[in-house]
């Protein structure tokens, strides 16, 4: 099976939304209270203006037999303040989608080449995977990659004091 892995264009829409629908649906099935199907239209607004844009969101396709089954998302984060204590490293966060029937193919790992490569030519030092419920089958795949835990990422839901 042939992988052409190409930066995501207009035409590739479709796809895209097709691709984070599918990825939100699985998503909600493991974890329902941290994780939503979101509305299609947003979805496609969104896809339309990063494509387009470019500058802040960087995104590739990958096809076999010229259908797109797979993306990834590089999304560029924000420079490093001057007051902050870490050393200044820019950063991305990364989010990979490939459709269930073509995992285990080689696609997802042609992606996060792919998306690695365009990260360094925008000066990102570090990618960040972030998986934030349960799904063992993520964090084997991006193991696999190379990505490991950095640091601790602490969470908590505020509590809202009765008003009275």
Not at 28 to 48: G, M
């Amino acid at each position: 099976m042939s992988i052409l892995v190409r930066p995501a264009e207009r035409g590739d829409v479709p796809a895209l939304v097709r691709l984070r629908l599918a990825n939100a649906e699985r998503h909600r099935q493991l974890a329902p209270d941290t994780y939503r199907v979101p509305d299609a239209e947003a979805v496609r607004r969104h896809f339309e203006e990063v494509v387009e844009d470019g500058s802040k969101v960087l995104i590739s396709v990958a096809e076999t037999a010229g259908e797109v089954v797979g993306m990834a998302e590089v999304v560029l984060l924000a420079e490093p303040p001057d007051h902050q204590i870490l050393v200044p490293r820019r950063g991305a966060d990364l989010h990979t989608v490939v459709l269930e029937e073509h995992r285990g193919r080689g696609v997802g790992a042609a992606l996060v080449a792919a998306a690695e490569r365009a990260a360094v030519d925008h000066g990102v030092s570090i990618i960040y995977a972030g998986i934030f419920a349960r799904n063992e089958d993520a964090v084997g795949f991006y193991s696999v990659s190379g990505f490991g835990p950095r640091g601790i990422l602490l969470s908590k839901e505020p509590e809202v004091p009765p008003t009275g």
